[in-house]
Each structure stands twice: as C-alpha cells, then as structure tokens.
C-alpha cells in the first residue's frame, strides 16, 4: 500500500507521519508515503499555484495545471493499475470505516489537498475519482484530512499492528462502538474492574463485550443501530443492557 499526497505543505505531511503506527509502516516499508508539490510544477518565476476565480468572489482558487502535472508524475512513478485519486474536500462524501476499509484494498491511493477557496472544477471533474470530507465543517486545507485517512487506512494494512485483532475489534468495525477497556489496579479511587473481566471464563467476558457494545451504541450512536440487522442474540444483550440502566436509574 502506499499514498502520495499533493499538497503546498509537504513537510506538514511528512514531519506528522514520523510517528506511532504509520512512522513504523512506513520505516519498515510496509506502506510507502511520497508528497507532491503543485508549486514544483509551475511554470513563472513565481511559482504561482492560484489564482482570481471567474466571476469574481473573495480568495483564490488553484490552478488545474500544477496539480495535474503532480497528479501525473505520482501515477508514472508507481504505476498501479488500482490507484485512485482522492480529492479531500468539504463536499465529499463523509469519510466512514466502510469506506476506509474498501480503499485499504487498492495499491496507490493519491490524496489532493487542497486549499484557499478550493480547486478549479474541470481539475476535479477530469482527474480525480472521488472526494472525500472528515465531516461537516471547514478546515484550513486538506493536509490535516490526508493524515487522518493515511493513519486510518495504513492500521488495517496487513502486519502494521502488533496484534492483527486489534483493527478488527476497532469501533466501527463491526458496525457498533467499541466496549469499555479497564487495566490495572483493579480497584481505586476511581472504582472497580468489573467482575466478569477478572472471572476468567472468556465466553462470558466476550457476552458482556458484546452487550456493553450494543448498549453503548445505543446510547451514544443510535443512527449506527438504525440499519443493522442484529441477531436474536444480540436484541436479547441489548434488551437486558436496557434493563440494567433503567434499575441503577
């Protein structure tokens, strides 16, 4: 797996990749990370990546051509027949761990951060696949939106994580929230570990994982139960998480 990223701000890009998960993917070669800059593919002494935008408004647009010509060297340098391009951008369709899930499949994924006021249209029609956005605010530029989907997508490559269950068993991977996590000591100021995580007896810890998911889900994301089909099982954990609240109320 590898990500290109092009962007005016290539330090910010790379300097933040040095660390945790995906500073150790990328020294073990495990995924590859290059940064493109649009200003390295000007034309004029100035490097001018922007400019006014037709019909007049406040700030810059970029300009189609650096982008293209970044775009371009980041395809003939890896050549991969499944590389898509991603624009990151308020407009896009919100990114999701379904949708992260599915691009992990592909070999180059190129994300295009942009700025200022946006990227001319006819470079986003012609060149780019898809666009996606962390969700429903504005930002600064799409710097901070690539590092977000590199460290996502680069935890579900394959021999990243020291403990291949640890994405499966990530929030949102099976469409509910994750359970709550308790480690040592097992009681303090703070309260107590609860019992069945001390019993020993795995098929009971892995029910109330389970129920504890549910009825977190239930209370914190209700929209994600909304389209999930659960299994008799499951109503009945959830039911039963439903009762326990309504009693320590």
Known sequence: MRFDVVTLFPEMILESSRFG???????RETVGLSVWN?????????RTVDDRPYGGGPGMVMKCQPLYDAVN????KNQHADCKVI????????IT????IQASQVSQLILVAGR???????????????EWSLGDYVISGGELAALVVIDSITRLVPGVLGDENSAQQDSYMNGLLDTPHFTRPEQGE?????DVLLSGNHKAIERW?????LGRTAIRRPDLLENKELTTEQKALLKEFRNEVHESD
């Open 116 to 130: 200022y006021e946006g990227i001319d249209e006819r470079f986003i029609d012609t060149v780019c696949d898809e």
């Open 73 to 76: 060297d980041a395809k003939l």
């Open 97 to 100: 761990q379904d949708l992260l």
């Open 209 to 213: 994982r389970m129920k504890q998911a």
């Open 38 to 46: 649009p200003r390295d593919y000007t034309q004029d002494r100035h």
């Open 190 to 194: 703070m309260g107590l570990v609860p």
């Open 21 to 27: 998960v995906t500073g150790k993917a990328i020294e």
């Open 87 to 94: 624009y990151l951008s308020p407009q896009g369709k919100q």
